[in-house]
Nanobody
Framework: QVQVVESGGGLVQAGGSLRLSCAAS????????MGWYRQAPGKQRELVAT???????TYADSVKGRFTISRDNAKNTVLLKMNRLKPEDTAVYYC?????????????WGQGTQVTVSS
């Protein structure tokens, strides 16, 4: 069993910053890619950023230059630093971790954390 838990969401004014954290725990052999997705009301869930175990990153065009993803492999955690936030960044942010357990490899999602950016 693997648990993925996010924290750090909240309300911020446009131009402000927030930091999201995510921790994976449980029967973990190793974690491959970790990342963040978001879903705004009435829209599909979309990729925000991902990071491999080796540190390679990808970002959605809409967040490049504003968001930074990082991870701590020893702690099974991933961070998302969000700067110069815009109202269109408002969404529920979900953490995902591709985890190898004794039973195999699967993707695990967190419950999500709300980020609201006021104009």
């Amino acid at each position: 069993q693997v648990q993925v838990v996010e924290s750090g969401g909240g309300l911020v004014q446009a131009g402000g910053s927030l930091r999201l954290s995510c921790a994976a725990s449980g029967s973990i052999v190793s974690i491959n890619t970790m990342g963040w997705y978001r879903q705004a009301p009435g829209k599909q869930r979309e990729l925000v950023a991902t990071i491999t175990r080796g540190g390679s990153t990808t970002y959605a065009d809409s967040v490049k230059g504003r968001f930074t993803i990082s991870r701590d492999n020893a702690k099974n955690t991933v961070l998302l630093k969000m700067n110069r936030l815009k109202p269109e960044d408002t969404a529920v942010y979900y953490c995902i971790a591709t985890v190898a357990t004794p039973r195999g490899v699967d993707a695990y999602w967190g419950q999500g954390t709300q980020v609201t950016v006021s104009s």
